[in-house]
């Protein structure tokens, strides 16, 4: 099966700066999803991308399937962005293939 | 409001004892999953369904089971609960197998 690697593991950002995220994976995904968890624990989607860009307000993510590999950007980063982000992938059937995440901590 | 709802919330179980989470998805999905995470491990899949009436053993099946009756309920049970199964537990549904997958509020378990 697929491994998923994410990167950094974990980053301090101050309010109002920029950051990446990055997923590699090891073989080829047919689905690539980006989830943020709260502090709540709850998992919020926020990208369904096997491949090209999306963008959703401060968020956006690109997805090179034929690199493997997909990055999530987060600009103009607001203390409500902390927690925890996963990248997951589905190499074929059903088993969505979670990173180990990066945990992120917006300071104001 | 559409979504997908678990219960209990959280839950202290005795080893030994038998449980049942419970899982309801309202947007007529026609796959639905069951997740277990635990820290330094991530989310692993315990057990699958990919329409009512079926199932399938994910990564982690041991200790556990599930029923496919209709198309928005999927129960997992834990015959007889043991300390390694305290966890965090996800429930998530998708139109079919290989789309995006939306997951509940989760379920939070100890079993001592």
């Known amino acids: 099966g697929i491994q998923v690697e994410q990167s950094p593991p974990d980053l301090i950002l101050q309010e109002g700066a920029n950051s990446t995220l990055r997923c590699n994976f090891s073989?080829?995904?047919?689905?690539l999803q980006w989830f943020h968890q709260n502090p709540w624990g709850q998992l919020i989607n926020l990208f369904y991308?096997?491949?090209g860009t999306k963008q959703n307000g401060r968020l956006s993510a690109t997805t090179v399937a034929t690199e493997r590999y997909s990055l999530l950007y987060i600009s103009s980063s607001q203390t409500t962005d902390s927690g925890v982000y996963f990248c997951?992938?589905?190499?074929?059937?059903?088993?969505?293939?979670f990173g180990a995440g990066t945990i992120l901590r917006v300071k104001s | 409001i559409a979504g997908i709802t678990q219960a209990p919330t959280s839950q202290i179980l005795a080893a030994g004892r038998r449980m049942t989470l419970r899982c309801t998805q309202d947007?007529?999905?026609?796959?639905m999953y069951w997740y277990r995470q635990d820290l330094g491990l991530g989310l692993r899949l315990i057990h699958y369904?990919?329409?009512?009436?079926?199932?399938g053993k994910g990564e982690v099946p041991d200790g556990y089971s599930v029923s496919r009756a209709n198309t928005d309920d999927f129960p997992l049970t834990l015959a007889s609960a043991v300390p390694s199964q305290t966890s965090v537990y996800f429930c998530?549904?998708?139109?079919?197998?290989?789309?995006?997958?939306?997951f509940g509020p989760g379920t939070r378990l100890t079993v001592l």
């Open positions: 997951a992938g589905m190499e074929y059937g059903n088993k969505l293939v």
């Open positions: 991308i096997p491949s």
């Open positions: 947007m007529r999905h026609n796959a």
């Open positions: 369904s990919n329409t009512a009436g079926t199932t």
């Open positions: 073989d080829s995904v047919n689905n």
């Open positions: 998530a549904s998708s139109s079919n197998l290989h789309s995006e997958q939306f």
